[in-house]
């Protein structure tokens, strides 16, 4: 491991040892932030409406059938966009690419100034939708559902922290920043029940416990 590499997970384990202690750790008031997701009232009538079934396989995935990050205007692709979106003060060359700026990442309350510090997750991962009916979409609507920016699908957050979560759903994985999950069972609800994805018995177990806390 470098000692880059080494000083990066240090200040995330440290900044996201502090969101959990404390809870009240807040991202910046001029932050952008991704699509408001519903309230956690809707969030649990929709979570109702979910259809619940044993998790799909996912024999045939790939994430090449799910093309994302395509062009949104000008030479500017979904990526860029998000990261514009979700940070503070962002300078962008001519070729739409995030030169400078400040992120802070809802998931571990780390603070990043560096865009090659971020990752763009998926709120529902695009494996975890393959196995909840995205496997029957046309390459279109998967499309549409990788880049979406109307839906609280795609935001900013530290790349370590996303390769953590990977593509497990909340019965696996929450934010360390216990005061984000809220917001992120709420988005994930927002996003399956859009898309008329399914939910596993352990998934929605795990976001009836959050959303009845917030």
């Not at 044993?54 to 790939?62: F, K, L, R, V």
């Not at 922290?161 to 019965?171: C, F, H, I, L, R």
Request: charge should be neutral; aromatic fraction near 8%; hydrophobic fraction near 35%.
């Amino acid at each position: 491991m470098s000692g880059s590499y080494a000083r990066r997970i240090a200040v995330v384990a440290a900044s996201a040892a502090l969101a959990a202690t404390t809870g009240l750790l807040t991202a910046p008031t001029a932050q952008a932030a991704m699509p408001t997701p519903v309230s956690a009232s809707t969030a649990r009538t929709y979570l109702s409406q979910l259809a619940v079934s044993t998790e799909g396989s996912s024999s045939g995935y790939s994430r090449d059938k799910f093309p994302h990050w395509i062009t949104q205007s000008g030479a500017c692709n979904t990526r860029e966009v998000v990261l514009k979106r979700d940070g503070t003060g962002v300078v962008q060359d001519s070729a739409c690419a995030a030169t400078s700026g400040s992120w802070y990442s809802q998931y571990d309350g780390a603070t990043w100034t560096a865009a090659s510090d971020l990752d763009i997750d998926h709120m529902v991962p695009l494996a975890e939708a393959w196995r909840s009916g995205a496997s029957g979409w046309t390459n279109t609507q998967r499309q549409s559902f990788a880049n979406d920016l109307t839906r609280p699908q795609l935001i900013a957050v530290t790349d370590n922290v996303n390769q953590s979560k990977s593509d497990q759903d909340p019965g696996e994985w929450l934010p360390s920043r216990t005061a984000y999950r809220c917001t992120y069972a709420r988005a994930w609800v927002h996003v399956k029940h859009h898309y008329g994805l399914s939910i596993d018995t352990t998934e929605k177990s795990a976001l009836q416990s959050v959303l009845n806390g917030c």
